[in-house]
């Protein structure tokens, strides 16, 4: 078992909604453009009942009381020995804090393929790159409430293996652990309400299709 704990010319140029003189100079900020060059804002897909797209909201707007329901994904990377990296959420996170869970959980934004987004999330969240990352549960949906906040998600499930050793960023990941599955489910069943919700359900869900890599 490990254990780590997360620490020219006369030619136009625009950029962000600025634009460039012809010497190729920028002009000075103004607190006007602020709005203009700040990075873009994380956009969640949303969805009707019967997960088709119906628009984007920024992520920031949509977990609440009645939370609406959005496109998600949920990954179970092993590592060359067959040992899962599952992940405790920050204490800072708005969704079921502290809770330990699997390894990468997200959002693709629009456009974006599931595959893509979780290469994005597990570099972004644990330094690492994700291969041969199959989906096990494509149609997984949930809906889990903590504190009068909800997630609301259809949730496609992958597996996958994990490229290098964690690296977690701390204000999402509080700490990380590689476990067999057996251990891994034996620390469920021992700390129940400590784990995400959807975590324990997908765990269950996953041993039914004989898809678990080896130990």
């Not at 136009?12 to 600025?18: A, K, S, V, Y």
Request: overall charge negative.
């Amino acid at each position: 078992m490990t254990r780590r704990v997360g620490a020219g010319g006369s030619r136009e140029e625009r950029q962000d909604g600025l634009v460039a003189a012809g010497d190729g100079t920028w002009p000075p900020c103004r607190p006007e453009d602020d709005d203009a060059i700040a990075i873009a804002e994380e956009l969640i897909v949303l969805l009707d009942d019967d997960g088709r797209e119906i628009g984007t909201m920024p992520k920031r707007l949509v977990h609440h009381g009645e939370t609406p329901l959005h496109r998600a994904f949920s990954a179970y990377l092993f590592d060359a020995e067959g040992r899962l990296l599952v992940t405790r959420r920050a204490a800072t996170k708005q969704t079921f804090p502290d809770m330990w869970t699997n390894t990468v959980c997200g959002h693709p934004g629009p456009g974006e393929a599931d595959a893509d987004a979780i290469a994005r999330r597990a570099s972004d969240e644990l330094g690492l790159q994700v291969a041969q990352l199959r989906p096990v549960l494509p149609d997984y949906r949930y809906r889990a409430e903590l504190a009068g906040i909800v997630e609301n998600e259809i949730c496609p499930v992958y597996l996958g293996v994990l490229v290098g050793e964690p690296a977690p960023a701390t204000d999402e990941v509080g700490e990380w652990e590689l476990l067999t599955w057996a251990a891994f489910r034996a620390r469920q069943a021992a700390e129940g309400d400590a784990w995400s919700p959807w975590c324990r359900e997908q765990a269950d869900l996953i041993e039914t299709t004989g898809l678990l890599p080896a130990a």
